[in-house]
């Protein structure tokens, strides 16, 4: 008899519940603030841009919040994702380490960010919103919120980073197949579009002024709300699904995991996956070190600084105490654009800041060799993002080959590369820097701050 | 309790057998024959090209090959593939109709075609030979190929049609990452290329080119076999798998196929989830209707010649009784490139002359159409190779709604289209046609038959 290559749910057993990490947290996350006032913003300071049910999960104090009916009649599609063990990568390195992977690329648009677009999607259609607005890099996550207004019948307008815009087209195309309308950012259809344009007639974009131009868009237009695809509470707690399945399919498995491993951007991968194994941590039940794993060009956790900072760079949103490289920091164009956010989750930060979770940096070309190299063992060419993940699940693999260890190895692998080709070919070409931020640019941004 | 979506099959219940189809048909199909002497072939006429192993399946007349335990375990990456039971088009349609969907886009890269590279590439290793070589067109066979070698540790070497080199840079990207080297074709590498290039320097290629090449390639270098991604008897078989795991979920889903629809290029996709099931109906087990379908651009079952070919355009394959458009034939530049092949597997071609399956040819306008109305419902965006089985299953779908006939149906996706999305591109900026074949052009391509 084989041993298992994959642990599979049976759509029965698909967790019913997202999981809450911040009653279990030994004290709450600082609350955003009001920029004016300083002061914690209330309801209805977000009422402009959320839907209620989305502000009452965002301020939730229940541990547990049941996934409506309609969420998991669509998460169906795709879900439970599967949990594989990584026993080809393991002979290649020929590690003692035991290597699991949970694998999200099997989503319809290619990653994890499905979990948090449907729930979105269905609570703003819940409450008679007609449309929504978003803003995206690469596109994983407007080609998710495309998907899911496609499937509650919800119009979607997307603000796309000018420079992915026009060199990635592929997920502009997809966006479009869903039904979506895609701008490139910044554009002369907002404000703050036409003031960055004004400034820079050449600009080619990043998140932050795309957030910008979504969110001053979902406050001005009639039944149209905005939507974030990661960073804040309601996000990272829809992605919590990932590692609640993983938990039921380590039980299928046996196995324990003793190092828990996800790349960071905005943090909702890995809180998806880390958070209900934290929650196992803090009551006892297992001991896995957690780790994440941030671009050496956009290192928010390792060097960025724990302070209150905007989400966005026109300054339209509540300030977020966060990990921060400035809410006016564009990072190098590395090909994980999936990571290049000035800020980290709060609810990460926070939980940085409590010692619950250490954090590295990586530069870009040992992620891409680990890509390389998991896809010819494991058949999956991982997007750049997870390949942060993969470099330090590697490291640790080889380390214990070293010193024997027969370490579990837990990683997320939250998106294939399928629509990121062409960075794997600027690798093979030779073609990649680290783009590794100076002390001097990251100075210089910090100083921008609130 | 929630209806279903998905039937997976424990990879414990994965198939262990491939299922030869040709000891349950009424009379054998015709044997290939030599060119120069139309004396049907033997193993050895075939041994420059392929391995023992496969010559003996290509000619078996067992009922079940098993699959060695080293191709199980690389199966078990992705398989068993999932069936879907397509509820959210069903519901889209309004149709009383089942729609069930067997999906091989899980697969490494995309499609079903690493279930047939994967043993391909192992029986090579095991032969001693270290080097394969292939065509390729839109990609989808090269990548599989590229990926199973990267298993196997063999060098892989691929002709890919110039139009798709140079238009779809993203599935040669696939292939390099996997570790392949890929060539345009045309090219100067072979005689087969230089004879074509020298009477058209600017030759954008075609299939059987293509073929020429790497089947020159493979005659001429030392320790190196030539592999076929569809067309042959050994590939089908390979692809039984499909249809092997698609009873078994239909005994889950506790359901009978009344229709069963697949898209046809060589044949393989069609074969690989339909000769299964055509076991059943010989046995009286179930009476499905078993359509193909084809392009308009490319009609070789509905409108070619049933008559012996060359399998490529310079003629150094054996001669095949195949349904065929002649083996000059350049079909239109539709974007469903994996079904742009002049013939037809003979397997295939002789199971519909016998009356036992009918076939349906659909231009591309309709069959995109069906692709965003299966993408926008389901999630999945289709290769556009099944989008053309889709668009016939919902025109049965459709006349099920007419009828009140609760039908059965049952199609195979073959693979998703995350790198043929600037077609979905064309066919929502109206910029497709249908590039039906006209009887001018056909008439003048059949005189080339040999």
Known sequence: MAERTKYILDEAD???RWYNVVPDLPEPPPPPLHPGTREPVGPDDLAPLFPQALIAQEVST??????????LDVYRLWRPSPLFRARRLEK???TPARIYYKYEGVSPVGSHKPNTAVPQAFYNAAEGV????????AGQWGSALAFACATFGLECEVWQVRASFDQKPYRKLMMETFGATV????SELTESGRAILAADPDSTGSLGIAISEAVEQAARAENTRYALGSVLNHVLLHQTIIGEEALKQFELAGDTPDVLVGCTGGGSNFGGLAFPFLREKLAGRMDPVIRAVEPAACPTLTRGKYAYDFGDTAGLTPLLKMHTLGHDFIPDPIHAGGLRYHGMSPLISHIYELGLIDAVAIGQEDCFAAGVRFARAEGIIPAPEPTHALAACIQEALRCKETGDEKVILTALCGHAHL???????YLAGDISDHALSDEVLEKSLTGLP
């Open 92 to 94: 290649a390195l020929g």
């Open 14 to 16: 698909m967790p019913t």
């Open 130 to 137: 007609t449309r929504l607005t978003t803003e995206t890099g």
């Open 62 to 71: 229940e541990r547990y919040i049941d996934i409506p009916e309609e969420v």
């Open 183 to 186: 701008h490139p950012s910044p």
């Open 420 to 426: 990121d080709l062409p960075a794997y070919g600027a």
